[in-house]
């Protein structure tokens, strides 16, 4: 069974209640298993044994957290490993225009180099998804469509392999 871990991130929140309805999206994709964590509770085994990871930060002027640098960090010795899984990206950040894309692209370029596979999306949120604040209520179905999208694609790459 095709598994999704959700790495993420908060410090006021807003990035764990966005975490929890991507959760809800995933777990839509039937025979999909998914597993959420915090960034600091991740280990090397949860990344090899995850078929989709997608990462989760607060924005921090225009970057991802500490602590999910550092766990980009710790993947190094992951080099090669990761190559050819579905990665994904979101962020929460303050307002409009406060560095949420640039956060997303800081992130993908870590699963990038890992060579990971990453789907953009060309109707919004072209790199990730991106919430300003806490998701509202009409914010869910955009954080829940996101996390199908890259359940199913998950679903997808590991039935090819």
Same mark, same amino acid.
């Given at each position: ?13 807003? !990035?764990? *209640? ?33 078929? /989709? ?5 607060? !924005? ?8 999910? *640098? ?28 406060? /560095?949420?894309? !640039? ?11 890992? /060579? ?21 209520? *009409?914010?869910?179905?955009?954080? !829940? ?17």
């Amino acid at each position: 069974m095709p598994k999704v871990l959700i790495a993420y991130d908060s410090q006021s929140g807003n !990035t764990e *209640k966005t975490a929890a309805l991507v959760v809800e999206g995933v777990k839509q994709v039937k025979g999909v298993k998914c597993v959420l964590k915090r960034v600091n509770d991740v280990s090397s085994d949860d990344l090899i044994k995850a078929d /989709g990871i997608i990462i989760g930060s607060p !924005t921090y002027y225009g970057t991802m957290s500490a602590k999910t *640098k550092a766990l980009f960090d710790r993947s190094v010795d992951l080099h090669g490993k990761l190559q050819g899984k579905v990665g994904a990206a979101f962020t929460t950040s303050g307002g409009t225009a406060t /560095g949420a894309e !640039t956060t997303i692209l800081s992130m993908l370029q870590g699963l990038l180099i890992h /060579g990971m596979v990453v789907q953009g999306n060309s109707d919004n949120q072209h790199y990730g998804l991106a919430m300003v604040g806490a998701p509202k209520e *009409k914010d869910k179905a955009t954080c !829940t469509e996101f996390g199908a999208r890259i359940a199913k694609l998950t679903a997808r790459v590991a039935s090819a392999e």
